[in-house]
């Protein structure tokens, strides 16, 4: 049968009609005197506007950045929506923003992807709506756009991490050391900050299976030491007119040399290194921790309270309040965890903490499908630990030598935790875990470990 022109026009403009209906722009928000805002926790946080009432109030009245005035925030509803309208000057959105992005923020205007930001924490979403504002103050100090795109994005995350140190959710320190870690184990795949110059160059090396670490932690880390030379006023005039070397007080060219050595240093020399092997368990054994999270502290005891089977596997228990986690015997490697007795995770095999015996440097890779129980979902997690060297480490309990273990994500490079074994008390006497929300921090107080 021929084919109906007229029939197959019509079919064209209602699609089309569909398309535009479903993508619809959000009608935006105006955000012109937002009211001063400082959660305790990121749980205080209820809506966008909130969170970037916070945002403003940080940035404005810490860091002593302008408000972005008039500023329309647009909450679309959907990925179709927010692809259709977020682009510059109304726009579509350039597919691969659409595959990452979850806000995206151009002069005056900030679009958020709500279909994205659902079930995602706030502490995450805020470091998010951070970093995009960021880039509306970039636009205030200069509409031109003129800077490097390592300038601009490393300067938003240098905002991000500014914004949730002065909320108290996670010390500035702490994510430049994070960013140093995962950017130095990289040293040998690191670019020049000369090949993140313009978005092109920086999209095709963030979009690599190490992109966030080898891009915007390593620009973060730039902008860290150029906020040191020229600080606020500095980064905002350079904004305005791009002099380098008037602006920071150095070349680009020697910046650049500086920077790039300073990233594939040698570290300080460790402690000598010993190898340990296994401790055994006993029931009974107990540590008693300190421990802080974004506006929380408090004390945990973990206590090791029965051996028992499961699955075949001969394991420890260890009780913290109503959790409690299943340690195979064989290598103190969690298998399982509970709530109120009732089994919540489980691993296909054992999430190994140790590769005994454990020396310094050494490096081993744990893998594990974790099974969610109420939620009847699996995910496959790989994960590469590290053991850098033998630290001494200073918790209330004292100080020891320990053995240092870093975990990354086996193909991202992200940092996750870092934790201080130390032999005599059998279990780590320090741990500080890496979450959306910010850092949560264990230290020991005391043990019971003979």
Not at 176 to 204: C, F, G, H, I, T
Not at 289 to 302: D, F, M, S, V
Request: hydrophobic residues 40%.
């Amino acid at each position: 049968m021929r084919g109906c022109a007229s029939c197959t026009l019509a079919l064209i403009l209602l699609v089309s009609a569909v398309h535009r209906g479903l993508a619809q722009p959000s009608p935006p928000v105006s955000i012109s005197d937002p009211p001063n805002f400082r959660p305790r926790t990121p749980g205080e946080i209820k809506t966008v506007e909130e969170a970037m009432a916070a945002v403003i109030t940080v940035t404005s009245k810490d860091l002593g950045l302008p408000i972005v005035k008039p500023l329309y925030l647009h909450l679309h509803k959907d990925t179709n929506a927010f692809a259709a309208n977020a682009g510059k000057y109304g726009h579509r959105l350039r597919p691969e923003m659409v595959k990452f992005a979850i806000a995206v923020a151009e002069e005056g205007r900030f679009h958020v992807n709500m279909e994205r930001a659902r079930g995602r924490t706030w502490g995450a979403l805020l470091r998010t709506l951070a970093h995009e504002y960021a880039h509306n103050i970039e636009y205030v100090f200069s509409s031109l756009n003129r800077a490097s795109q390592w300038i601009r994005e490393g300067f938003a995350d240098w905002v991000a991490a500014k914004v949730i140190d002065s909320l108290g959710w996670q010390d500035y320190a702490l994510s430049v050391q994070r960013a140093r870690l995962e950017v130095q184990r990289q040293r040998s795949s690191l670019p020049n900050l000369s090949e993140l110059e313009d978005s092109y160059k920086w999209s095709v090396w963030a979009n690599g299976p190490i992109g966030p670490i080898v891009t915007y932690r390593f620009a973060f880390l730039a902008v860290d030491k150029l906020m040191a030379r020229g600080g606020v006023s500095g980064m905002g005039k350079y904004f305005a007119t791009p002099d380098f070397r008037t602006h920071f007080g150095i070349s680009w060219s020697e910046f650049e040399k500086e920077f790039k050595a300073s990233m594939t240093e040698a570290q300080p020399p460790a402690l000598a290194s010993r190898t340990m092997e296994k401790p055994e368990w006993k029931v009974g054994y107990r540590w008693v921790y300190k421990w802080k999270a974004p506006g929380q502290n408090g004390t945990l005891t973990k206590e090791i309270i029965k051996e028992e089977v499961l699955d075949g596997l001969p394991a420890y228990i260890l009780r913290a309040g109503d959790t409690a986690e299943f340690f195979s015997r064989e290598s103190l490697g969690l298998i399982a965890t509970s709530l109120k007795d009732k089994l919540v995770t489980q691993r296909s095999a054992p999430h190994e903490f140790f590769s005994w015996p454990l020396g310094a440097p050494k490096e081993w890779q744990t893998a594990f499908v974790l099974e969610n129980i109420p939620q009847k979902t699996n995910q496959k997690l790989s994960y590469l630990k590290v053991i850098p060297a033998v630290e001494e480490v200073e918790v209330p309990a004292g100080t020891f030598e320990s053995f240092k273990i870093e975990t990354y994500g086996a193909e991202s490079g992200t940092l996750f935790t870092e934790q201080w074994y130390v032999p005599n008390v059998k279990w780590f006497v320090k741990t500080r875990n890496y979450l959306p929300e910010g850092v949560r921090e264990e230290q020991l107080t005391s043990f019971k470990a003979d």
